[in-house]
């Protein structure tokens, strides 16, 4: 019964992992993917106020990146 059940976790692991295929950006994509709209921060003066309000309200060096308040606690 061991030897079926390893045979069938096998099959099921192998038609999992082969499923997971990462697949490359086409080159006709890629214009969608350069839209500033695609982009982490699309604004980069918006994002600069954003971290400039969370490190003055949060009282810690670094603002996002860094854990810790001015409390001392980490």
Same mark, same amino acid.
């Given at each position: 019964?061991?030897?079926?059940?390893?045979?069938? &976790?096998?099959?099921?692991? &192998?038609?999992?992992? %082969?499923?997971?295929?990462?697949?490359?950006?086409? %080159?006709?994509?890629?214009? /969608?993917?350069?839209?500033? %709209?695609?982009?982490?921060?699309?604004?980069?003066?918006?994002?600069?106020?954003?971290?400039?309000? /969370? &490190? $003055?309200?949060?009282? $810690?060096?670094?603002?996002?990146?860094?854990?810790?308040?001015?409390?001392?606690?980490?």
């Amino acid at each position: 019964m061991t030897k079926l059940l390893r045979a069938v &976790f096998l099959v099921i692991l &192998f038609s999992v992992v %082969s499923a997971c295929e990462i697949q490359p950006v086409k %080159s006709w994509e890629r214009g /969608y993917l350069a839209k500033p %709209s695609m982009q982490l921060t699309p604004d980069e003066v918006e994002n600069g106020l954003d971290e400039h309000i /969370y &490190f $003055s309200k949060e009282a $810690s060096t670094g603002g996002q990146a860094v854990g810790g308040g001015g409390c001392g606690c980490n």
